[in-house]
């Protein structure tokens, strides 16, 4: 998006995955970017995760969801943060 390219930050409100299950937190995107590196946290059912010059940090996991779980469903690496509340 034309908006995403100027923007100082950009947060994205997704599901954690697809509908037949495979993860959409991805290390590497498949698709031609427009603002590569603009998003800087990620908020799902499951995490509230942000994106971190050494890689996705969990800030937040939904009640009942543990960081193993939602590894599980991640393609990406997770390391567990502080929460920011």
Do not use: F, N
């Not at 930050?9 to 959409?24: I, N, Q, S, Y």
């Not at 946290?41 to 994106?51: G, H, K, N, Q």
């Not at 890689?55 to 567990?80: C, D, N």
């Amino acid at each position: 998006m034309d908006l995403a390219a100027g923007a100082s930050a950009v947060w994205v409100l997704m599901e954690h995955c697809t509908k037949d299950g495979k993860p959409r937190i991805v290390e590497r995107c498949s698709y031609p970017l427009t603002a590569a590196g603009a998003v800087k946290r990620i908020y799902t059912e499951l995490a509230v995760i942000d994106v971190e010059p050494h890689g996705l940090v969990v800030r937040e996991l939904a009640p009942g969801m543990t960081l193993s779980y939602v590894q599980s469903l991640t393609g990406a690496s997770l390391t567990l943060g502080t929460s920011t509340r």
